[in-house]
């Protein structure tokens, strides 16, 4: 009777610490089960912190270099946590195993050291790759070239009330969380992507220290050298009112929900952030020369459930107040056994459904599935089973489900 057996395990949506979802799809239909408790298997989020170049040059003060694990245990020894940075489409964990920086989420927390920096003046160059910013390591700064000869240099200061958190495809050292493109339907990691669409630095992240922890996104990060290079002439940058920007061949787009996200949201309206962090209209096409227009009420401050576009991957931001919103294991047990002591029954085999807590797999008659296009949730039966195609006919309204219709938003 069991033809097709798939698992894909599901974080819900308001809680990615310690409760899960099990999604068990046979013969087309979907099985959901709560699972919680981090397995033995599985490794910890990874805490992150930036790095960066050891290399010293200039006697001036510079941002603190940290290891990827450190953060801050100054209160009551417990980690001072400003929220996590979670990739779409991997339901927890990557296809290939969550290794060092390369992660399916990833925990932004106050650092020992801050290592924030802030504009500090800006001047105009003949020769950006010898001016002494650009040479000197321990300076962060920003390169717009203008033409072949003139060129705009953006210099960085220490700022000691913001942490800096870095993401990109890079594996260099200032990088943070290593990101790279998602596959859609690659769930054990076979496919390669050819030509990568997401930056090596794609975006940078600064968070307030204070109480707030006031989250802000920027296009483009530093490197290695701490510089960030906009070289190209074409490409898309401005000059306005004594200061310059400008926007990453690709853009970095964000999207806020309307509403609470926890409480229940309708999506925004997508916008492009700039490598100074304005806000603006999307471009015509995503890598189009000319910039869309600024949006002056908006501001690039993250929201609980805002989601950010590298163009190759989506990050989903979930702060820690909005985490400690979200449901815990035992709201959901208490939801469980509320369910269950309803007595559900299958309108086809008129059985009694019982919603299980284990995460083992079970194919007893007892165990709801769920039609994913219309939503019904019966008993395991063979009703409407196509054995050649593993599809399905729901017999509540006769709408076919193919096998291919899983997809983990229809869970959340």
């Known amino acids: 009777m069991v033809e097709t057996c798939q698992i894909i395990r599901k974080r819900l949506r308001t809680s990615y610490d310690s409760n899960w979802l099990d999604v068990c799809k046979i013969n087309g239909m ?10 033995p298997s599985q490794s910890k989020p990874h805490i992150g912190s930036s790095s960066v170049d050891k290399s010293s040059g200039s006697s ?13 245990t100054s209160t009551n020894g417990q980690a001072c946590k400003y929220g996590e940075l979670v990739i779409l489409g ?26 924030g920096v802030k504009k500090s003046k800006h001047y105009v160059v003949k020769q950006p790759q010898s001016s002494k ?22 210099e960085y200061m220490l700022d000691d009330e913001t942490d800096m958190f870095q993401i990109g495809r890079s594996s260099e050292i200032p990088i943070d969380f290593v990101v790279m493109d998602t596959i859609p339907g690659d769930k054990a990691g076979d496919c390669k992507v050819t030509q990568s669409t997401i930056s090596r630095f794609a975006c940078r992240f600064l968070v307030e220290r204070n109480e707030t922890h006031t989250a802000r996104v920027y296009a483009a990060g530093f490197d290695s050298s701490r ?40 999506p925004g309206i997508w916008r492009e952030i700039s490598v100074g962090g304005g806000v ?60 269950n002591a309803g007595r559900p ?17 079970s194919f007893s008659e007892k165990q709801p599935y769920v039609y ?40 959340l």
């Not at 195993?97 to 801050?114: A, D, H, Q, T």
């Not at 029954?345 to 797999?361: A, D, E, F, M, W």
């Open 90 to 115: 991997y339901n927890g964990s990557l296809p290939q195993g969550e290794k060092g920086r390369r992660r399916s989420k990833f925990v932004l927390g106050k650092r020992p050291v801050p290592n």
């Open 133 to 154: 910013a650009i040479l000197d390591s321990m300076q962060h700064s920003i390169s717009y070239t203008l033409s072949r000869n003139q060129a705009v240099i953006v």
């Open 280 to 339: 603006y209209a999307l471009r015509e096409s995503r890598s189009t020369p000319q910039k869309g227009t600024k949006i002056e009420d908006e501001i690039n401050d993250l929201q609980d459930g805002t989601l950010i576009d590298l163009c190759g991957a989506t990050l989903l931001w979930r702060s820690a107040d909005g985490l400690n919103k979200s449901p815990t294991k035992k709201h959901l047990e208490e939801m469980i056994d509320e369910l």
């Open 227 to 266: 510089n960030i290079f906009c070289v190209c002439e074409k490409a898309t940058k401005w000059q306005q009112n004594g200061e310059i920007d400008g926007l990453t061949t690709n853009g970095i787009l964000i999207l806020h929900p309307r509403g609470s996200f926890c409480g229940g949201s309708l």
């Open 60 to 72: 001036g003060p510079s941002t603190p270099h940290h290891s990827h694990s450190e953060i801050d």
């Open 345 to 361: 029954q299958c309108p086809v085999g008129l059985n009694t459904l019982v919603i299980p807590r284990k995460s083992t797999i």
């Open 372 to 411: 994913l296009i219309c939503g019904h949730v019966q008993g395991l039966h063979d009703w409407g089973l196509d054995k050649n195609s593993d599809s399905r006919t729901c017999p509540m309204c006769l709408k076919f489900h193919f096998q291919l219709s899983i997809c983990g938003s229809s869970f």
């Open 30 to 39: 979907v099985c959901l089960k709560m699972w919680s408790e981090t397995s």
